[in-house]
């Protein structure tokens, strides 16, 4: 590891800034949905910001300016579209520079610099961040297939800001994972020059955590979208149900659970100690915990007959 190793470690560059701002801000909002509404002065367009799909039918009424702004939620697929083709993008180039020793092209060389990218000698290892932008891409290409295969969309919506947010989202989580690579000026550095002599056994560990949690996450959403079908295989209503099944037994949105499980297996495959991947992680957990809390609050005012053993995120806790 070079001897600025460890100053690097600890700073505080733009991506880690910003990673922190926003699971800051979902932590507060999320405290503030915990409090009596009695408590606390009405919001609409505060509320139409952090809900989507079923949970605007849960929260106050929506202004007809609020309305004005909405996108329909099957447009879920544009954030796929997108992570698949832009992270497919970042994966060429981090393989060509791994396998052919191509230096990344200027421009994004000069990017990960901005986002606060370092020239380390070793200070992390080059094959955790190839296996982490392969998990990510992958996970883009199954949720693009999920979307047009298996979820079947109603006509809920989300607001334009949230699609915004959406389509920014996965080109920033691209590039957070590329600026882990140790440069060599514009070059990946690869310590001893043979990239399987890197292979750990959080490498393992991560790519099984990164199945499993995918493979239940599938799972859950194929159970969702059979709440619309018939026994052939065919939508026939678009209304709300009870989901069974699964993780379903244990929370009201295992999918998020799910989702928070996959980002904690690219931590694992990062060995652990990627402080700005963990920031990552705190916000998705405090962002699909506010969204399972929500629902949670739905699926139990809309249905008497709701299991009340199921929490909403965390089995047994919350």
Known sequence: MAPWAGSEASSLNPLRALWLALAAAFLLTLLLQLVPPSLLPGCALFQDLIRY???????????????????????????????????????????????LGVPF???????????????????????SAFLVLVFLWL??????????YVSVFSNAVIHLVQYCFGLVYYVLVGLTVLSQVPLDGRNV??????????????????????????????????????????????????????????WFEYVSSPN????LMIYISMAVTFGFHNLTWWLVVTYVFFSQALSAFLSHKFYKSKFVSYPKHRKAFLPFLF
Request: proline share 4%; net charge positive.
């Open 105 to 127: 092209p200027h421009w994004l060389h000069r990017l990960l610099r901005i986002l606060g990218a370092a020239q380390f000698q070793g200070g992390e290892l080059a094959l």
């Open 256 to 259: 998020y659970l799910a989702e």
């Open 189 to 246: 550095y690869v310590i001893g020059k043979n990239l399987l002599m890197q292979a750990r056994w959080f490498h393992i560990l991560g790519m099984m955590m990164f199945f499993w949690s995918s493979a239940h996450q599938y799972k859950c959403h194929v159970i969702l979208g059979n709440l619309r079908k018939n026994k052939a295989g065919v939508v026939i209503h678009c209304n709300h149900r009870i989901p069974f099944g699964d």
């Open 53 to 99: 799909g079923k949970t605007k039918l849960g929260g106050p009424r929506r202004p007809a300016v609020c309305r004005a702004f909405d996108v329909p939620k099957r447009y879920f697929s544009h954030f796929y579209v997108i992570s698949v083709l832009w992270n497919g993008f970042l994966l060429w180039f981090l393989t060509q520079s791994l396998f």
């Open 139 to 148: 996970h883009s290409l199954r949720r693009l297939f999920e979307c047009f």
